[in-house]
């Protein structure tokens, strides 16, 4: 049965590297049909809605969602309703796309990279499983009042329902069976009430799995030990907010961002891909991004949703491959490499495939 | 004309670094008259009330505050208002210490002590300004109801009004006037309405600071700066929450957070000062709690609230040489060095000054 991608460049450098990612994915001769269509800045510049409605349609009758990066200063002027985050909320949304995973991988060919120490970092292997349907981000009632007094009051709403809570915690735990069977659940329990609830959630779904040694961490102290001694970790489970901050601080221990892939999953694991590093506008088409987080990107939607298990692997092999054979874009470059662009990239890993 | 000062030891390890700081101070013959008081799960233990009314009352009373830290595992299990936590927001709220400045310095001595490469943390000096009665900690509603379908929802409320943000956005402008002259503010201006007015009103004090440069970076961002390049920064202000999580991993950053003091201070100069290490009930009473980080926040607080700036240097001069001498605790040991006790290290200051 023929599979169905959609595929969102969005802004900045994201339709640079989504072309390299879809010329990957299309050397895998896989029964797949490739759509594609506006999101963020370059959707409001055409429709004036960061998330058109044909977008969404075509969003959920795709199997699967490829999207390359949204946002830039170009529209850091417009009021919220216009600017291009809005589209990626969207979607999240609209998808219900709960689950983001989030992997902190150091590749041994870039341990260089680090800012942190060899020894702190080397063998890094973390996943940052974050809930990106609710918290914070979605709740209400928010935003900019005017008070009796006079003077603007802004505000926000930080919720949680236990089902919110079980669902992303059960995305959690069954991670990390399928890995170092330990989780660590991130709250700040000792003020907030929502994640008092969240931390009592978490301790009633481990009982369901006795195999997942789950802990319990403040937010504070986990933003801390991922600066000390981040192989702690196995599996972090967090609300939005504090996965969006210490996922990215995870993804930096590494130094090599431009590596990073992340999936957000609905309840069937349909999905979303992305590279964790944003739209970089500052070097959109000169040919310096780095496809890779987005060929990554490709090979978690072929694990995840498209059950395509082997082409998976193949496509991380050849990611290492390339690494070894010495060829970096800007941002990993390092004495005695190769430096290529965006596109060379891109065809390096299509010709070790 | 004597000075007030309050002492509150409170919990874990705070007792024994709080007594080597109430020594050094002694030893400085200033006219000074000491007072203490119980806050915390002592106070808990004693009282079933984290900040007695007695303490409150001194406190008010007080010129200046030396707190030592709150918090273990004795009282994790009670309810949020019997919690050591709840003392210590109490007193800061109760007493409008809004501006909590948390310096993150890098003493060269200790500079191997960090997870970070040198060459990335050497010279490491930036001051955090954060917001320490507002936000989310204390905003209402809050609390974990139950809905109609009977499920439970935990949820708390972000907000700031223009006052609250104007505060705190002055003494970071006075505080980048005075080191560096940059100034960052932290935001999640893309995603919280909360912070749309933040960024706003930074933007107009700006206006009234000419000599400092504002710039403004979105949380996850700064996470990311921090571990990338923290030499970036000279102040930076955010609200309490996003202040809470990135003041402890720029702490961590120098990789000797038994080394740095804080202060939270009113409107008038009036304050509290505490070590931003936490109450280490794992290492109470035994003698290896680093007492220098409470016995920096008696310079601080000699500086700030007590106006002998004198004293505060010579204070921070003699922390100085001590670690020349190479006298270190547990915690900051490295090769070559000697391993003192809490109450060496205080007498070695002691003997320095
Ligand atoms: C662009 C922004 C709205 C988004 C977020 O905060 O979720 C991004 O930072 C991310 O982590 O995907
Ligand atoms: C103990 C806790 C309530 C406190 C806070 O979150 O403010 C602490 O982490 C701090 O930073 O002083």
């Known amino acids: 049965m023929t599979k169905h991608v959609l595929v969102l460049p969005g802004d900045g450098i994201g339709p ?76 999240r949304s609209q998808l219900e796309l709960f689950a983001n995973l989030r992997p902190a991988i150091l590749y041994p060919q870039l341990a260089e990279a680090s800012t942190l120490k060899p020894e702190v970092v080397s063998g890094l ?33 930080y919720v949680y329902s236990e089902s ?29 009430e929502v994640t008092v609830l969240w931390k ?6 481990a009982k369901e799995y006795p195999d997942v040694e789950l802990s319990h961490m403040l937010v504070d102290n986990a933003a801390m030990q991922l600066v000390r001694a981040p192989k702690q970790f196995d599996v972090m489970v967090t609300g939005n907010m504090f996965g969006d901050i210490l996922s990215d601080a995870a993804a930096m221990l590494t130094g090599s961002i431009g590596m990073l892939p992340s999936a957000s999953l609905d309840e069937n694991g349909k999905g979303m891909y992305e ?9 959109a088409g000169q040919g310096k991004a780095n496809p890779l987080a987005t060929i990554l990107s490709v090979a978690m939607m072929l694990r995840y949703s498209l059950n395509e298990i082997a082409a998976a692997d193949r496509i991380e092999q050849a990611v290492e491959k390339v690494l070894d054979q010495g060829l970096r874009t800007a941002d990993i470059m390092s004495e005695g490499c ?7 990239m ?3 890993v299509v010709a070790a495939l």
């Not at 009592?200 to 779904?205: G, N, P």
């Open 16 to 91: 640079e590297i989504v072309t390299e990612a879809v010329k990957v994915l299309g050397t895998l001769n896989l029964d797949i049909e490739i759509d594609s269509a506006l999101i963020g800045g370059a959707a409001v510049d055409a429709t004036g809605n960061p998330l058109p409605d044909e977008t969404l349609e075509k969003a959920r009758n795709a199997d699967a969602i490829l999207l390359g990066a949204v946002g830039g200063p170009k529209w850091d002027g417009n009021a919220m309703e216009q600017r291009p985050e809005k589209g990626l909320l969207g979607i």
């Open 125 to 157: 292997d973390i996943l940052i499983v974050r809930e990106l349907t609710g918290g914070i981000y979605f709740g209400q009632p928010r935003g900019i009042r005017t008070l009796d007094n006079g003077e603007r009051e802004g505000y926000n709403t």
């Open 164 to 192: 919110e809570i079980r669902r992303i915690g059960r995305q959690a735990f069954e991670a990390a069976q399928k890995r170092g069977k330990r989780l660590c659940s991130i709250d700040k329990s000792n003020v907030l």
């Open 200 to 205: 009592e959630v978490m301790d009633e779904l």
């Open 275 to 283: 590279p964790c590093h944003g739209s970089a506008p500052d070097i």
């Open 338 to 344: 190769k430096l290529v662009s965006t596109e060379e």
């Open 346 to 348: 891109g065809a390096a």
